[in-house]
């Protein structure tokens, strides 16, 4: 089982940028495809940006490309989500997801959530 606990979430005005950080622990990380999701209120929970266990392929959903960046450091067992330019619809509690031994598939473990609030 992979723990995972977020962090970096909080209030910001539109146009604004936060950097949302997810840390592991339980498994080799280098053996685990990441993702970030999101739930706003009263919605399904939806699919973000997920990267590769190599890091080398990332995946992003058709509204957030080029705000958001996801990266991660198999060294330090992170996953990060930049995000520019927000915007108050990108509103939601995100969620990292581990997925195991492959790049594709569902999502085996979650973690907590953060929220992420951005003000018109």
């Known amino acids: 089982q992979v723990r995972l606990v977020e962090s970096g979430g909080g209030l910001v005005q539109a146009g604004g940028s936060l950097r949302l950080s997810c840390t592991t622990s339980?498994?080799?990380?280098?053996?685990?495809?990441m993702g970030w999701f999101r739930q706003a209120p009263g919605k399904d929970r939806e699919f973000v940006a997920a990267i590769s266990r190599s890091g080398a392929t990332t995946n992003y959903r058709n509204s957030v490309k080029g705000r958001f960046t996801i990266s991660r450091d198999n060294f330090k067992n992170t996953v990060d989500l930049q995000m520019n330019s927000l915007k108050p619809e990108d509103t939601a509690v995100y969620y990292c997801?581990?997925?195991?031994?492959?790049?594709?598939?569902?999502?085996?473990?979650w973690g907590q959530g953060t929220q992420v609030t951005v003000s018109s």
């Open positions: 997801a581990a997925r195991l031994d492959s790049d594709y598939g569902s999502w085996d473990s």
């Open positions: 339980g498994r080799t990380f280098s053996s685990i495809s």
